[in-house]
């Protein structure tokens, strides 16, 4: 998995690109944790993310909860397939979400 992040002020666009998993997450929970102080508007790049388990739902789900403090979220880029796990686990209906174009 690749993390890349682009800050500008008090926004971050974070970019997530290959796998969300049981092996990847925990090294997505330590960058995420890590750019939360300063960050009022969070956007979550899916473009190039490939899969999401639940352990990347569970990231996914801390990340809105810290946000929803101190800012918000949405998730942007999101494919068919995503969005539809997105969906049945209820997220869609307690997060800001985009499909890709």
């Not at 939360?36 to 388990?53: M, N, P, R």
């Not at 352990?55 to 996914?60: A, E, F, N």
């Not at 869609?92 to 890709?100: K, L, N, Q, W, Y």
């Amino acid at each position: 998995m690749e993390i890349t992040k682009e800050r500008n002020g008090s926004s971050l666009t974070v970019a997530l690109k290959g796998r969300l998993d049981t092996t990847t997450a925990p090294e997505a929970q330590k960058f995420f944790e890590g750019c939360y102080e300063g960050t009022t508007d969070l956007v979550i790049d899916f473009t190039e993310l490939a899969y999401i388990s639940s352990m990347g739902l569970r990231l996914i789900l801390m990340a809105q909860k810290q946000m929803m403090k101190q800012g918000s979220m949405k998730v942007v880029g999101v494919n068919s397939n995503i969005m539809e796990v997105l969906d049945d686990v209820g997220f869609c209906d307690i997060m800001t979400i985009e499909p890709a174009a």
